[in-house]
């Protein structure tokens, strides 16, 4: 099996590397600072504390009107594991539909069965919904039960790219798993490095794995803006934290040392 072959990227070969650089953008501003900094691409998803969920449909609209880069948008109803019920996959469905017709251009996806393997049955119903758009399987692949045998299962699928930290925390703490997975996916699928991934650590990150994308949310928290802060916050949140220009940079300039990375459309 290529699960079993698969191990450390070979130091002998040459690393002729263009990177593309995806943020996680929970809003609007985000997105517009992730593009003006000089991202590839906007992975656009609400609730970004929480590992992410779907946007409203205004911000998906606003946000496609406001980007020149390309856009994915975050299929994902809750929270939680990512085995869903039947008002659940009716909700992915529509969100997906509601894509389509945005424009956007790819949307981000990921089911499991209830013994933690890849749902390809529904799944393919999902991008069978996209009618054509890109399509990302996100970290529901760092759950699966083998995430070997998930891997052939989502290049069969013919997705685009999976989203991982090796399933670790972080992309870092996993980087010997990416690494090996660079190698059983033998470029027939991307993978993507992501979580905890930030200018101090993405051009090792990348050196170590040979990953060809990475992801990150590069958040910094804003300063309040209202004159009047109660004292408890009752549970409703702290201040908002949106993408840092300075840190996109950053991420930007550590890759272009690596060898190089791709330009933004």
Known sequence: MRCRQA???????????????????GSLVSARVAQEAGATRVEL?????????????????????????????????????????????????????????????????GALDADGDVDMSFCRELIAEARGLGITFHRAFDVTRDQCEALERIVSLGCERVLTSGGMRSAWAGRERIAALVRQADARISIMAGAGVDPSNVAALVAETRVREVHASARKTQSPATRFLPADDLGMGSSPSESDDATIRRLLVALDETGGRDQKS
Do not use: K, N
Request: net charge negative.
């Open 45 to 109: 998803c609400a609730s970004l504390e929480s590992g992410g969920v779907t946007p409203s449909y205004g911000q998906i609209a606003t946000v496609r009107d406001a980007l020149r880069i390309p856009l994915y948008v975050l299929i994902r109803p809750r929270a939680g594991d990512f085995f869903y019920d039947g008002a659940e996959r009716d909700t992915m469905l529509a969100d997906i539909g509601h894509c389509v017709r945005a424009g956007c251009d790819g949307v981000v996806i």
């Open 7 to 25: 191990g450390r990227p070979d130091s002998r070969q040459e690393h002729v590397l263009m990177t593309t650089l995806e943020i996680a953008a």
